[in-house]
């Protein structure tokens, strides 16, 4: 038994057409000379590296001797700029390199001198295409070199991984209590769109934002080489977890584990943002740490849920949800202990039959809630 939040399907407007994308200039193909083959194997690997680190300030993490560059240059993109992408979507779980690198394509084409322009503001400046009010919020001097700009592609690419991020943790928020539903990604680049109070007035992916998030997402397998997936989906919150909840139900009998799956009811193939247990109609489901019960309401897809705030770990905020019980037996404001009643189990909401759709928010994202719960005894 399985469940997963509803996704619409929405219709596609038309909107202000976006800068012509602008591939980057071919190298002239000239004949070899005899020194040509002897010395230019040498330089490229020289300048290759060379390039690398004057951008980043050292080597990256992945460089080995002999291993070049190659390997970053996707889809004819500088190939100095993988290690800013990678290191850019580090910020949080549900942004990955290659949803930055189609942003950027879809703004500017990768190109530094024509940007786009936000509908009301002045043209936007570098590959990103940041006004300068953007700019004074997102902007650092990420590679060093004294100077915070928007030309420069190593502090526009992280300043975009900034801007992303805190609309994924906005949206994940609005996810969470059940005030929007749709996939996070498509929640976060509809925010990017069209601003978040537009998605969570419209409760999903406004129509005014698909034509973006479809010309964005089209472009993602392109870059899909950039991406580094943990596939635990834990990333840093699954070294941090170390069995620290207990079993929310009896039994852990996993019905559904969390990662990406085709929805039985929608067909939609997208992230299980939880773990489903199996559990009888009516058991009981305890708190799995001491909290503070932040949301215990009925929600369209959850049905009836409930969010424990359980406080920081390392300086992150954790947090645990109970959905689709047939009865909730906390408030919001209430404190509670490991293994507090906080409802029964149910079908309530976007459901096939009685379970515990379990989930685990680590610094604001979801992740895999399997390597934080002790065995069930």
Not at 88 to 110: K, M, N, R, Y
Not at 281 to 289: P, T
């Amino acid at each position: 038994m399985s469940e997963e939040h509803a996704v619409d399907t929405p219709v596609r407007e038309t909107e202000p057409a976006t800068p012509e994308q602008v591939p980057p200039p071919k190298p002239r193909r000239r004949g070899p000379g005899p020194v040509v083959f002897l010395v230019l194997p040498g330089l490229l690997t020289l300048s290759a590296v060379a390039g690398v680190l004057a951008l980043t300030g050292g080597l990256p993490d992945d460089w080995t001797p002999g291993g070049g560059t190659q390997q970053d240059a996707v889809a004819g993109v500088n190939d100095t700029y993988g290690p800013w992408l990678r290191k850019a979507a580090e910020a949080c779980t549900v942004v990955t390199p290659s949803v930055l690198a189609a942003q950027i394509d879809q703004l500017t084409g990768w190109d530094n001198a024509t940007a786009g322009a936000s509908a009301g503001a002045s043209t936007g400046q570098g590959i990103a295409g940041f006004t300068d009010a953007q700019w004074r919020t997102w902007g650092k001097d990420d590679d060093g070199n004294g100077t915070s700009s928007p030309g420069d592609p190593a502090d526009a690419i992280m300043a975009l991984g900034r801007q992303d991020c805190s609309l994924a943790r906005k949206v994940t928020d609005l996810r969470t209590d059940g005030t929007v539903n749709g996939d996070l990604v498509d929640l976060t680049l509809a925010a990017y769109a069209v601003g978040t109070d537009a998605v969570k007035k419209a409760g999903r992916v406004p129509s005014d934002a698909t034509t973006y998030l479809g010309e964005v997402k089209a472009l993602f397998a392109k870059y899909a080489e950039f991406d580094r997936e943990d596939p635990s989906g834990g990333g840093a919150a699954g070294a941090q977890a170390g069995a620290l909840l207990a079993p929310p139900v009896t039994t852990l009998t996993i019905t559904s584990p969390y990662g990406s799956r085709k929805h039985p009811l929608t067909g939609v193939t997208k992230l299980h943002t939880g773990v489903d247990f199996g559990a009888p109609q009516g058991a009981q489901v305890s708190a799995a740490r001491a909290g503070t019960v932040v949301f215990a309401a009925m929600t369209k897809a959850y049905g009836n849920r409930v969010v424990v705030d359980h406080g920081t770990i390392e300086g992150k905020r954790l947090q645990t949800t109970y959905s689709h019980l047939s009865r909730i037996d906390v408030t919001a404001g209430q404190a509670v202990q490991t293994g507090t009643p906080v409802g029964r189990v149910g079908s309530t909401g976007l459901s096939t039959g009685p379970h515990l759709h379990f989930e685990v928010i680590y610094d604001g994202y979801y992740t895999d809630p399997q390597p934080w719960l002790a065995p069930s005894g």
